[in-house]
């Protein structure tokens, strides 16, 4: 079993900046993929952004593109995602999830994240 945990949420002022992150508790063969998603009150959950633990690829959803970066820590089993110049429909409980590709198996509990205006 894996397990992710998600912290660094927040309430912040449009145009501030958080820092998500997600500890892993192992990586294997079935978790090389760790992305970011986010639901908004209403909303369908949505990805945000993607990296995988063996390379460079990384993704995002065109919303963030030039303001949210992820990278990944491989001796801590860590992901970030860094947000900035945050907008109130950033406004969201954020989570991160493993898996192979686009197959998410593991997610954590969610980290809340509000931007007010």
């Known amino acids: 079993q894996v397990q992710l945990v998600e912290s660094g949420g927040g309430l912040v002022q449009a145009g501030g900046s958080l820092r998500l992150s997600c500890a892993v508790s192992r990586r294997t063969v079935s978790t090389d993929t760790v992305g970011w998603f986010r639901r908004a009150p209403g909303k369908e959950r949505e990805f945000v952004a993607g990296?995988?633990?063996?390379?460079?690829?990384?993704s995002y959803v065109n919303s963030v593109k030039g303001r949210f970066t992820i990278s990944r820590d491989n001796a801590k089993n860590a992901v970030y995602l860094q947000m900035l110049s945050l907008k109130p429909e950033d406004t969201a409980v954020y989570y991160c999830a493993a898996g192979i590709g686009a197959a998410y198996s593991y997610w954590g509990q969610g980290t809340q994240v509000t931007v007010s205006s």
């Open positions: 990296i995988s633990w063996s390379g460079d690829r990384t």
